[in-house]
Structure formats: C-alpha cells, structure tokens
C-alpha cells in the first residue's frame, strides 16, 4: 500500500553552534504524498460568478465556458451548485450530484446565464458559503469550496472588507439551521446582518432539488466538521477587480486569490484550482513547535494563525489543508540558552497532528532537531542550503507584502520609490542565495522583477502592479501556485488539471 502520511522533517541552518546564548534559524517541513498515491477526495463545490454589466461579452462567454470544463472535470459523487449575482443574488443550481443528470442540468443554468447590473459581491458570496454551511453533516462530501468570480467592486450590499470578513465569520457561527432548506436570509437575520443584500428565493423545484441532494450520502467516513473546514478560493478578473479585499476574503477561507490579468487566463487558473481541490490530502493540520528550558521561540515566519504558549517555549501553527506534493517550510528563530559542550542537544520538537483525507484518520507525525554545541567552532563550518532557500522566501514574501502596502498607501512618485527600494533591497539578498543558479530562488528573482516594474509608473501600478504584487505574496507565504502563467508551487494534479481547461 502506498504510503499516504505527511513526511516531516527538522533542518537546523548549520549542525554546530557556540555554547554561548545565541538566536539561530531552523525550520520544520512538512511534505504531503504524490498525487499518484492518493485517493481522489470527493468535493462539494459551490461556484459563485458575477454577471454584472460589466461582465457582458467576452468575460461571460469565457467564464461560462470554463464553468462547461468543471463541470465535466467533476465526478458522480461530487457535487456543484451555481450562484450568479448582479444587483440580486440568484440560486441557479442546488447542490447536484454531477452525475449524467446533474451535468445536464448544469450545462443547462451555465448556458442560460446573462449580464445583468450591478454588483452584489457579499450577496453571493454569503450564499455560496450558506449552502455549505446548510448540508447536512452525513452528506458533506471531504473537500468543500465556494469559488468566487468578479470582475469589479462591490457597490451592492456589503462594500467594505471588514464588512464582508465580519459576515463571513457570522455565518459560520451561526447555529446550524433546523432544515436543510433554510436561506441565508435567515442565517444572518440571527445575526442582525440581513438587511445588506438582496437574494432571490430559490424556486419550490430548486428547494425540492436541494433537499433531495442532500440526502444523498457519500462513501461512509468518520465525521469530521467540514464547515469549518471549508476554503473560499477569489478570482479578480482584470486591474479593476479590488485584489486586497479579495486577498482578505480568500484569507479569511484559508483559500487563494487568483489575479487574471487578461482572458487567456481564467481557464488556466480555474484548472489550477479545481487540481488542487481533487488532490487535498489533508485537513485541519496543528503544528506543535516546542523548545527545551531555558530557550524560546523569538519569531515563526508564517502567515498562518499562530498561538504562543509557555512563556513562547511552545507554539502551535494551524493549516487549512495540504494538497499532494505540496511542501510547508516552517521557518523559525530560535533564542538557545547557554549550554555545555554536546555532541546532541535538543533545540526543538515538532509534533504534527492532522485528518488524512485519503483514509479519513486522523494522523500524527513526531520530530526532533538536535544540534552540536561547542566551545570552539571549526572552521568549515557550512550552511544548509535547504534552510537557504526558505529564508530567501520568506526575504521576498516579505518585501513584495511590504512593498504592496507602501505603494496602496499613498500612490505616489515617493511611495512608489519607497516601494522599489523594499525591493530592492530583497533581491540583493535574493541573488546572494548560496543557491543563486537554483530554479526556486530564479523563480523569486523574477516574481520581485516583476513586482518592481509593477511600481515603476502609474500606469504599471494601476494595471497590474497592485494585484500582482497581492497575489505574488500571497502565494510565496502560503507555497501554493495562484498565478496561470507561473511553474512555481504546481503540483502534477495541478498540471493536469490546467492542460483540461
């Protein structure tokens, strides 16, 4: 049998160190099984387009094209629903079985989809999230997503980012509903949120449709929560897309956001997408970091919910998920206390609790670090080249997070110029990587390029600048490919996926 756990592994940045106090970098890897190896998850996906006015022409007939490929991509056992909004929102397909008929069906709603008016992003959004949250906790299917398309602003309903992530957080607090027919309207009526957008009742065939299917149970498994475990994937479709309110929406549903510059793209990037959704290996993931007495944790370099324990002895990193051949680098600083000459010392252990989607255990995985300390040091002392390279990933995810920021501020000749020397500044240590000929670092060397000219005028900035650099951050935080046009981060079920689409 082939195996399906999680690999884990600790790496010091050099094997010996003084005995006296000092702070030094480590980093935990964690490294999911190959697509081949895996059981393909079953999945309950919710996808959610705009069809505003804006959208009218070729956007629609690209997306709705793309939406043909998903939907025969996926299998009998998965299931979709569709959501469109423009000014109202509208539930065009309950959560169907994609089986002969349900593809029918869907191909049908994906055909009949016009542009309309304005648009009511919070409103589709929080109904392709209710949806999920409605099924029944014996019908859910593994994996499950909302996947969001716009190509504007929001100027229907909610309109602000906190607005949007405080609602997302209401539903899914919210108590789960006593039927599985319940409206959104319901859910954030409890939670005095109802009065922000507008919806369209679901037809009595589409109620009937949505409680049928979810009668339907997939293959039997342990329960497990999956509302919670839910992501949110964004796709911002042109420069007037809003890429940081996208970014913080796909954040907050531990998903990703996809910038498509230009039409070439939205198939690419769905495909991208949907291969990663089929290969989720693993779900609900809690990291424990841990070091001896005396000593600390001083920072982890991660982007993921920390919780500090113990006087920062001990801290835990959650996970949304972890798809097959993706790799997780936990980079960290550690403060070691004085210590005696030894040939081993523990300086840290790192303990990795998680769902197995393929067997639907839960797993544990265990590991030390152990590092000599010395009175005196040799003299050939060499660096691990493995923690190398995560630090020059962490230096550019970083400065282009950095460099985003500096430039939304103000967007000016000054903040630009601040912008470019962030920069700058990454790529002298970049290119100064032990490994400066390695594929990854070339891949960081040419995404802050990129970042670069994206700040150099105005024009560069507002066309693409802005959401390239969100979404090249994102995507070297997180080590999960988010860009069509890019090879970093893509896994082989992400490649397959792509040449579908």
């Not at 480590?26 to 490294?31: N, P, S």
């Not at 957080?169 to 509903?177: D, F, I, S």
């Amino acid at each position: 049998m082939a195996d399906t756990q999680i690999k884990m592994t600790t790496t010091a940045e050099v094997s010996v160190y003084a005995c006296a106090p000092q702070t030094v970098w480590a980093m935990t890897t964690l490294k999911a099984p190959t697509f081949e190896n895996i059981r393909r998850p079953t999945l309950d996906i919710v996808a959610v387009i705009d069809k505003s006015g804006s959208m009218a022409g070729t956007k629609l007939e690209l997306v709705k094209k793309t939406l043909e490929t998903l939907v025969a991509q996926l299998r009998a056992c998965d299931r979709l629903a569709l959501v469109t909004y423009d000014t109202e929102v509208t539930l065009d397909l309950a959560l169907s079985p994609m089986d002969d008929k349900g593809r029918s069906k869907a191909t049908q709603v994906v055909n009949g989809i016009r542009d309309g008016s304005s648009t009511n992003l919070s409103g589709g959004l929080l109904e392709g999230l209710n949806i999920l949250r409605n099924r029944p906790t014996d019908s859910r299917r593994e994996v499950s997503s909302v996947l969001l398309l716009t190509d504007g602003l929001a100027n229907v309903g909610i309109s602000t980012t906190e607005g949007i992530i405080a609602a997302m957080g209401a539903v899914a607090a919210a108590a789960a509903p006593e039927s599985s027919s319940s409206s959104l309207a319901t859910t954030l009526r409890r939670a005095s949120l109802s009065n922000f957008f507008r919806r369209k009742s679901p037809t009595p065939e589409q109620q009937q449709q949505q409680q049928k299917t979810e009668s339907d149970s997939p293959v039997a498994r342990p329960p497990t929560n999956l509302v919670e475990g839910c992501t949110v994937y964004t796709f911002g479709y042109g420069s007037d897309a809003d890429s940081n309110m996208l970014k913080a929406i796909s954040d907050a549903g531990s998903g990703t956001y996809y910038f498509i510059e230009n039409k070439d793209t939205v198939a690419t990037s769905f495909g991208d997408c949907l291969g990663g959704l089929v290969s989720v290996c693993a779900q609900n993931l809690a990291l424990e970091l841990r070091v001896p007495n005396g000593c600390k944790l001083r920072k982890i370099h991660a982007r993921n919910p920390v919780e500090f324990k113990e006087e920062n002895m001990c801290a835990v990193v959650r996970l949304a998920d972890l798809q097959s051949e993706e790799r997780r680098d936990i980079v960290v600083e550690i403060d070691l206390s004085e210590a005696s000459p030894s040939a081993k010392q523990l300086v840290l252990s790192s303990s990795l609790e998680y769902l197995n989607v393929i067997t639907m255990k839960m797993d544990k995985v265990y590991e030390t670090l152990t590092v000599e300390r010395a009175t005196k040091l040799p003299s050939n002392i060499s660096k691990s080249t493995e923690v190398d390279v995560q630090k020059c990933r962490v230096v550019a995810a970083d400065a282009i997070e950095r460099a985003a920021a500096k430039a939304a501020a103000e967007s000016s000749e000054a903040s630009f110029a601040a912008a470019r020397a962030i920069l700058d500044a990454a790529l002298a240590i970049v290119r100064a990587s032990l490994t400066p000929t390695d594929p990854y670092i070339l891949g960081l060397i040419k995404d802050l390029e990129r970042c670069r000219t994206g700040v150099e005028s105005f024009t560069a900035y507002n066309s693409y600048g802005g959401s390239e650099m969100t979404s090249r951050g994102q995507s070297h935080w997180a080590q999960r490919s988010n860009k069509a046009e890019s090879s970093m981060y893509v896994s082989s079920a992400k490649s397959a996926m792509r040449s579908l689409f």
